[in-house]
Nanobody, 115 residues
Framework: QVRLVESGGGLVQPGGSLRLSCTAS????????MAWYRRAPGKERELVAS???????DYADSVKGRFTISRDNVKNTVYLHMNSLTLEERAVYYC?????????WGQGTQVTVSS
């Protein structure tokens, strides 16, 4: 059974930081491309950052220089370090795992940015 469990969300003030984690089980984690998406209230889901199985990273323009995606293939975990968070980044954050035509999703973790 494949499971992706996101954690690390919570309440943070504007300008603050959070580190999200996503731990996978039931898959050969090192072979999967990983990513972080977010869905803000009333908005479409958007890609935030991605990291391939070989470690190549990419970011949405809006988060470049502030967010860092990384992975630990020993712990089967992908991380998203978020700095200088803005009110507009309040959303549920998800980490899909993709390989070929198969994508698995977790339940997401809520990030609330509020003063």
């Amino acid at each position: 059974q494949v499971r992706l469990v996101e954690s690390g969300g919570g309440l943070v003030q504007p300008g603050g930081s959070l580190r999200l984690s996503c731990t996978a089980s039931g898959i050969m984690f090192s072979l999967y491309d990983m990513a972080w998406y977010r869905r803000a209230p009333g908005k479409e889901r958007e890609l935030v950052a991605s990291i391939t199985s070989s470690g190549i990273t990419d970011y949405a323009d809006s988060v470049k220089g502030r967010f860092t995606i990384s992975r630990d293939n020993v712990k089967n975990t992908v991380y998203l370090h978020m700095n200088s968070l803005t009110l507009e980044e309040r959303a549920v954050y998800y980490c899909p795992a993709a390989r070929f035509r198969t994508t698995y999703w977790g339940q997401g973790t809520q990030v609330t940015v509020s003063s």
